[in-house]
């Protein structure tokens, strides 16, 4: 069975940080890019990151460019997302998924961990 | 950034009726591959976001044939041929031709 469990979120203070992880189990890590996404309190989703397979090439939003880092250890079967100079508006649920390359879509999601940036 | 309008944001339905969802791109989803790169995701409540459609009309495994997907350029619709109670929940449109990744508002499906 598939699954992506997500763990890291809490509450921290504007200019904090924090680090999420996503394990995987249940297909091959490394054959797939992956992606995080969030979602604010009554917002819709935003696509935050993505990484390919071997972790060569990331992408980001702008909203979070230069303060996100996406990364991974395939040894590990876990995807990472280190949050630093946290705003209030980075304050969501936070979710990892499989992204399919075919398909340019994210086929398996993980549930989400809340984040919360407040003093 | 690409932007995605969907109407409407909210669907009362019928049990057993068709429903539909319709959405817009700011700009032309055509890649320079050829393809459309442009999916549709389910969210139940208390569950994670399920891929239903991607490439304008591909089914993902799993999911009902009820669900179809059509569309070309910057307008696109999501089809339920039949709303089942299970079917409650929010829809969303996502187009991945261009970063970053952008999604529609939601479109809240309710009996």
């Given at each position: 069975e598939?699954?992506?469990?997500?763990?890291g979120?809490?509450?921290?203070?504007?200019?904090?940080?924090?680090?999420?992880?996503?394990?995987?189990?249940?297909?091959?890590f490394?054959?797939?890019?992956?992606?995080?996404?969030?979602?604010?309190?009554?917002?819709?989703?935003e696509?935050?990151s993505?990484?390919?397979?071997d972790?060569?090439?990331?992408f980001?939003?702008d909203?979070?460019?230069?303060?996100?880092?996406?990364?991974r250890?395939n040894s590990?079967?876990?995807?990472?997302?280190?949050?630093?100079?946290?705003?209030?508006?980075?304050t969501a649920?936070?979710?990892?998924?499989?992204?399919m390359?075919s398909g340019?879509?994210?086929?398996?999601?993980?549930?989400?961990?809340?984040?919360?940036v407040?003093? | 950034?690409?932007?995605?309008?969907?109407?409407?944001l909210?669907?009362?339905v019928?049990?057993?009726?068709?429903?539909?969802i319709s959405?817009?791109s700011s700009?032309?989803?055509?890649?320079?591959?050829?393809?459309?790169?442009?999916?549709?995701?389910q969210?139940?409540?208390?569950?994670?976001p399920?891929?239903?459609?991607?490439?304008?009309?591909?089914?993902?495994s799993?999911v009902?044939?009820?669900?179809?997907?059509s569309?070309?350029?910057?307008e696109?619709?999501?089809?339920?041929?039949?709303?089942?109670?299970?079917?409650v929940g929010?829809?969303y449109?996502m187009?991945?031709?261009?970063f970053?990744?952008?999604?529609?508002?939601g479109?809240?499906?309710?009996?």
């Amino acid at each position: 069975e598939v699954q992506l469990l997500v763990s890291g979120g809490g509450l921290v203070q504007p200019g904090g940080s924090l680090r999420l992880s996503c394990a995987v189990s249940g297909f091959t890590f490394s054959n797939y890019a992956m992606s995080w996404f969030r979602q604010a309190p009554g917002k819709g989703l935003e696509w935050v990151s993505g990484i390919n397979g071997d972790g060569g090439r990331t992408f980001y939003a702008d909203s979070v460019k230069g303060r996100f880092t996406i990364s991974r250890d395939n040894s590990k079967n876990t995807l990472y997302l280190q949050m630093n100079i946290l705003r209030a508006e980075d304050t969501a649920v936070y979710s990892c998924a499989r992204w399919m390359d075919s398909g340019r879509a994210s086929d398996i999601w993980g549930q989400g961990t809340m984040v919360t940036v407040s003093s | 950034d690409i932007v995605m309008t969907q109407t409407p944001l909210s669907s009362p339905v019928t049990l057993g009726q068709p429903a539909s969802i319709s959405c817009r791109s700011s700009q032309s989803l055509v890649d320079s591959d050829g393809n459309t790169y442009l999916s549709w995701l389910q969210r139940r409540p208390g569950q994670p976001p399920r891929l239903l459609i991607y490439k304008i009309s591909n089914r993902f495994s799993g999911v009902p044939d009820r669900f179809s997907g059509s569309g070309a350029g910057t307008e696109f619709t999501l089809k339920i041929s039949r709303v089942e109670a299970e079917d409650v929940g929010i829809y969303y449109c996502m187009q991945a031709t261009q970063f970053p990744r952008t999604f529609g508002q939601g479109t809240k499906v309710e009996i």
